[in-house]
């Protein structure tokens, strides 16, 4: 059973820092895409950013480039989200997903098993 558990997310001031953890199970890490989405209340889900063994990073959403970075940790089957200099845009619910299709990051549309997420508020 594939399963995702987001969390690291919590109130930071604009400027701040966090690191969001994804830890998986159920399946081979290294044969799938894992990526970050999120969702603000009302809006549909988009992602972020998405990391995948062989093929690299797949960027999402330009406003994060030079401030949000992923990485994957195989060992513990867990891939992170380390934000730097947050604004209140960044606030949202944030959830991992992945897909086994071939496409890995460049389909988002096959993403899936999500979990609850992790939400992140960012006060000015």
């Known amino acids: 059973d594939v399963q995702l558990q987001a969390s690291g997310g919590g109130l930071v001031q604009a400027g701040g820092s966090l690191r969001l953890s994804c830890v998986t199970s159920?399946?081979?890490?290294?044969?799938?895409?894992i990526g970050w989405w999120r969702q603000d209340p009302g809006r549909e889900r988009e992602g972020i950013i998405c990391?995948?063994?062989?093929?690299?990073?797949?960027i999402y959403d330009a406003s994060v480039k030079g401030r949000f970075t992923i990485s994957a940790d195989s060992a513990l089957n867990t891939v992170y989200l380390q934000m730097n200099n947050l604004g209140p845009k960044d606030t949202a619910r944030y959830y991992c997903g992945a897909t086994y299709f071939e496409t890995g990051c460049a389909d988002r549309a096959v993403f899936g098993s999500w979990g609850r997420g992790t939400l992140v508020t960012v006060s000015s």
């Open positions: 990391i995948k063994s062989g093929d690299g990073i797949t």
């Open positions: 159920g399946f081979t890490f290294d044969d799938w895409a």
